[in-house]
């Protein structure tokens, strides 16, 4: 099995929400959409799952998530 390349957005996904792909607005818009109703209907989803069932990742996304919240 491979490692993933991504986490949570892919390259292109980064490449248009950060304005350096060249595309409608239309496009951002939706690709913006995609990326929020990911967030919403799945990180809660697998963030459960990895704490009953693999605690060290669990770990590893509650601390990404939640050092930024410390400060």
Known sequence: MSEEGRALLTDREKEIISGEADVSD???????????????????????????????????ATEAVCEKCDR
């Open 26 to 60: 239309n496009y951002r818009y939706k690709t913006e959409s995609i990326v929020r109703n990911r967030i919403r209907k799945h990180l809660r989803e697998d963030i459960e799952f990895l704490e009953e069932h693999f605690d060290e990742a669990h770990e590893l």
